[in-house]
């Protein structure tokens, strides 16, 4: 049994369930109550009650996680690749080793069934697994002989002490997107989770101090916009990465790089999937309730929009709506579960509304969720709703919906179905479907979207590519994770050398130039 799977059954720290516990910050390698004296309510989404209390950080707490992320940042990044990587498998196998845990948490907190919470795990690790190649990420280049006896090499450096900020919907997997990669590099962190499940962070902390990670390169300040506004102007913060809705990533792009910070800072989506005539109705009806009902629709890269080209409508709708019964709404707590429910009352009824306004508007309602058995119980439940007849005026349409709402759209040609997907303002995922080879390298071609799957309906890459989005999906210049991470978390130096050789050394005033 690990150190931390000994402690969490000897006592009930934080993390344990509980009814008025409080979940605080992990701060220089320990657990740590917050001092504002403000917290909010974690539900447990599955049946509406208050599970615990999250500690709000005051100012003084955030610069508490700063201060001991910048006194560990010079023995940390002094520290051979070598002892690093040991470290970072022993992370990503404590990781793996715990993933039932965490996955229990994600439930517990933001209500996503288990197979879903096991594979958020799965998938970060993937960025785990990608950050222990770092030795080999952070070779530079090497140019012998520039000039005579003259050599030119560069190296990469960490930024310092920097942090991220995450949404609600990945509580393990985003914050394994960012810090995996930064810690590599030789920076330290301190991550700002979302206040609505915050408990796997502590775990993650737990985790990473199990692994050898020294005191105060990794940090967890829970908490609001006090947290994220300290962070944001702090000046020992060198970096922030932040995952979360278009209008807080606007705000912390444009902040954070004001307060002369790097910032990526990734945001909403409305992601359309284009079907064309020749698709396999069949195979693009099973990618699109997958993808549009995964996790109750409450991810970044969902499908929100069915676009039915040249007269596959009818089949199409169909083909979703009969699979749509099918699907088995439940709490995470019952093995045959799908999909859970969504992440807090007020988001659920709001994600309702849609299917009031959507046919107020003009759109066809087919499928309405409010007559799954699981709505209207205490818990946060809706089940798979689908709108026909949804065109691009309709509220339903504009909004990132954020939850188990499909909409579909009819268009007759290849070029209309391009333009919705163009004119979008958010250019995070979309998915073409076809069998012609031709169609599909065009539309990879001529969309304005950072993330395209043909025949797949969520194409998150792989952890050894970088993941973003284009337009109001992503605020910065770097995608995250893989190699623009990488990028992100260091900086380059150029070194241009030559060792003392009396007899070529002259005084020379003119702009130096290669001999
Ligand atoms: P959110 O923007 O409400 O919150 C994200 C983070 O910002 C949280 O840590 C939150 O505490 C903080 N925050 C919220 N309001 C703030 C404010 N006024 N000032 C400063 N900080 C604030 O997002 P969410 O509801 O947690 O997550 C869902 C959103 O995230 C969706 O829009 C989804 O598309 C997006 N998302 C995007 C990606 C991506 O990779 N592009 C991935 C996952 C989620």
Not at 57 to 81: G, H, I, Y
Not at 200 to 226: I, M, R, T, W, Y
């Amino acid at each position: 049994m690990t150190q931390v799977a000994e402690s969490r059954q000897a006592s009930a720290g934080p993390t344990a369930p509980g009814g008025s516990e409080s979940v605080g910050h992990w701060i220089n390698g320990a657990r740590s109550a917050g001092t504002s004296g403000r917290s909010g309510p974690i539900f447990n989404p599955a049946t509406g009650s208050i599970a615990r209390q999250v500690d709000f950080a005051s100012v003084a707490d955030v610069d508490r996680a700063v201060a001991a992320a910048a006194a560990a940042f010079p023995a940390w990044r002094a520290l051979s690749l070598s002892k690093r990587t040991e470290i970072l498998f022993r992370i990503r196998n404590l990781v793996e080793a715990h993933r039932r845990d965490l996955a229990a948490l994600l439930t517990a907190e933001h209500g996503k069934v288990p197979s879903d919470a096991l594979g958020e795990i799965a998938r970060g690790l993937e960025n785990l697994e990608f950050a222990c190649g770092v030795p080999q990420l952070l070779k530079g280049g090497f140019s012998e002989q520039v000039s005579s006896g003259v050599d030119v090499y560069q190296i990469r450096q960490p930024l310092g002490v920097v942090a991220g900020i995450t949404p609600f919907n990945f509580p393990a997997m985003v914050p394994m997107w960012m810090f995996g990669n930064a810690l590599a590099c030789g920076n330290t962190f301190v991550l700002k989770p979302s206040e609505k499940d915050p408990s796997a962070s502590l775990l993650l902390g737990e985790l990473l101090a199990e692994a050898g990670v020294p005191d105060g390169v990794f940090n967890v300040v829970q908490g609001d916009k006090v947290a994220v506004d300290r962070l944001l102007e702090h000046p020992d913060i060198a970096a922030l990465s932040f995952v979360g809705s278009t209008p807080i990533a606007r705000y912390i792009y444009e902040t954070g790089t004001r307060h002369g910070k790097r910032v990526q800072a990734l945001g909403g989506a409305k992601n359309h999937m284009v079907v064309l005539p020749d698709a396999d109705i069949e195979m693009a009806a099973d990618a699109a309730v997958s993808a549009g009902y995964g996790s109750a629709g409450e991810r970044c890269m969902a499908i929100s929009v069915v676009v039915a080209v040249g007269g596959v409508g009818d089949s199409l709708v169909s083909a979703i709506s009969e699979r749509l019964p099918r699907i088995k709404v439940g709490p995470g707590s019952d093995a045959s579960s799908e999909m859970g429910p969504l992440v807090t009352r007020e988001h659920r009824d709001k994600v309702a509304g849609y299917l009031d306004s959507g046919p107020a508007q003009g759109a066809t309602l087919v499928v309405d969720g409010r007559s799954d058995a699981s709505f209207g119980g205490a818990g946060f439940f809706l089940g798979p709703s689908l709108i026909d007849d949804v065109t691009p005026d309709m509220d339903c349409y504009r909004d990132e919906i954020f939850g188990p709402v499909l909409g579909v759209v009819r268009v007759d040609t290849y070029a209309e179905a391009l333009a919705l997907v163009n004119d979008n303002p958010y250019g995070n995922g979309t998915a073409i479907f076809t069998r012609d080879g031709g169609a599909a390298r065009q539309f990879q071609f001529d969309c304005n979207v950072g993330m395209v799957g043909i025949n797949v309906p969520i194409p998150v890459p792989v952890a050894y590519y970088s993941f973003g989005g284009w337009k109001a999906s992503l605020f910065g210049d770097t995608h995250m994770y893989g190699p623009e991470g990488i990028n992100f978390y260091t900086r380059a130096k150029v070194v241009t050398a030559r060792w003392p050789d009396p007899g070529t050394s002259s005084v020379d005033l003119g702009f130096p130039r290669t001999r």
